[in-house]
């Protein structure tokens, strides 16, 4: 089942260099490891903005919920979910 | 290149229903070519609305704007363009 | 698996009396047919709208879609959809 | 009588770990004691939000008042409340 | 129990003109009768505007809708409704 | 000549206590003045919200201004001022 | 007592030609014998916008809504109102 | 003196197919008489909308409202305007 | 050449009482010597707001740009600029 | 391949002047050098804002997000981007 997610990071000015360090460090150690599980299928830049575009594909509303709860630059994200359900003209459905 | 494009279908009450149902043959017709030639790898439906979100893979903002404009269901809809860019966490990078 | 649907209706002022009560009967009949399959578990009139807030409770991102594209009103609503979690103040979590 | 509320959640960055924690854990027994008295049926977490939505039912508009003023979170909450009303085609009414 | 409403009045410009002046001497006639009931204890016009802002006095939430759902510009309306509380500092509580 | 004023409050997390405490009292005191000179004809709590809605009845805009300028939380207010006619469907006009 | 004052007009694409213009010369008969009188001292337009931002000097919130109730653009037009104070900085207060 | 300016053209879907093309090409006469002039120095249409963006250079306000309120478009158009300055990283300032 | 400037001052509340203070005492003396040269024709205050609305009038848009650049408040400020041109109803044009 | 981009600035009141000072010395270098090398051919003061509306020419979305990404108020700044193509108008297309 899968669900668009907008990401929109707003790092304090003054979070301290290692804590921001670190932390972009785990969520990028994070994101690669459901990236490899499949479960985060993409994962785009949106030009010109500290934010990604992805795609998830996640059994449940609370996995996706877990997912995201989980990552490590939560507490200074916005973020958009959107449901996805097949469009009648894709080729692959 | 890759862009992300959000597309709000709103059809007038009062159209024809020959008309209406003709348009959305040949919009699928449309969506469907550009899909098998790769220029517009994904088409997904956005959960209770008459909206999809894309993603399209195109050599230039020209080419992207051609497309679009070409669509049969363009005079209808509302479009968002957001342009992407490689991801630093994404494992495909 | 758990949604907050919020559906706006807005029927265009011209509209065939006829065809507008056998439309609201007719979605009358489609709402009470999915409460009783426990699809759609709750459904409240927000005070002075043409509006309801409704929970629906489905399988699937593309069952979702597939009841409220099939809403008899569909064509004059806007919509829209918030996935649900379990919360973890819950006590029947 | 029922009330939809939805609440966002915004901790400062910088707020103390102890306070969070207390915090966190009188809104949760503050919750659960009204859910239990049967004041505050429903609560769900929006997947990906720091937010609930959550169904009140309340003699008035006061009582509802003092139950959300009263949340520990209160502070650090947005707050949207939606009055609700019987839907004519819910077929519990 | 008091809530606030916005009434925002949008007349198409083809209605009939008769329809047009029944329509609003029959909302006067409504909004008359229920002031005097005490139902509706305040209606101002908002300066510059085809609104007016409202204050009820009512039982229920249902009881509002019900007003409001029967007002007969209610299909030309857009209408906000606030919820009202005692303030702790109003010196007649 | 009456004016509907629509004020939120948003205390900073990090405000001495006493110094918030001193702020209330002060508005408090300076709101009920204003109530019992008549300027200040009703003052409502919005449900779930830091906000009250008031009517002021006041001689100009000058007038209104200073009132408003000198609450003792105008620094911590959002306001919104919304001028008030008399209604032609007013029993009272 | 100054209010500033905006207009927008948005003129149906299908009004008739001479309703049009004979609107458009009342409007100016209107607006230029308020002016005269001195209740409408400025009236500017917006670059680019089928708009106007003009000052009235009005005894009253009610003489000032009687004035732009009767504009013979009215039905075709979105008001939005600010009332104003003198400015503590003004070389002539 | 520079204005950026956003044009977005939002033409009825019914109307007079003869008009829509004379009226579009009576505007791409006016605007490339313009852009020969040196008044209107960039038109760039953004990526799918019936929109452009251009840039005017212009002698004062009034001449670039002269230019936009006689665009055969006018009528269907909604503008925003953005007064420009030298910017002081500019090379060619 | 005139512009509507509309300027909201949002002043940290943690800001010291004698650079606030400078700052408005130098913000005063700003406008009052452009108001007596006739650059600044008007200054009103928004009722209820820390705001005014002025009309200036300039020779360019760089002179406006480095007037509003110049005001001690600018840090504080959010700026909205209108640019204004003759009114075909105005009396005086 | 050309993209407009609004970006404006908010530096936060605390910052430490000579960072400050540093920070804006090496934006204008940074920009200087691109505008020198054609990427960004235009760069406007938006009047009376922290903002500038520039145009780049590049070569892909990916090099459009690297020059953004490493202005020296990037973290400082909001940036809207969009892609432009050419316009049927155009006198120089």
Same mark, same amino acid.
């Given at each position: ?39 985060? *299928? ?10 990604? #575009?992805? +795609?998830?594909?996640?059994?449940? $509303? ?9 990552? *490590? ?10 449901? #996805?359900? +097949?469009?009648?003209?894709?080729? $692959?459905?």
């Amino acid at each position: 089942m899968l669900f668009a997610v907008k990401m929109d990071v707003d790092l304090p000015a003054d979070l301290d260099p290692e804590v921001k360090a670190d932390t972009i460090a785990r969520e990028k150690a994070y994101s690669q490891k459901l990236q490899r599980s499949g479960k985060w *299928p993409h994962i785009w830049r949106c030009v010109g903005q500290y934010s990604n #575009l992805s +795609v998830f594909d996640v059994e449940s $509303n609370d996995e996706l919920h877990d997912i995201l709860w989980g990552l *490590p630059l939560f507490p200074y994200m916005s973020i958009e979910v959107t449901p #996805l359900a +097949v469009h009648p003209s894709d080729i $692959n459905a």
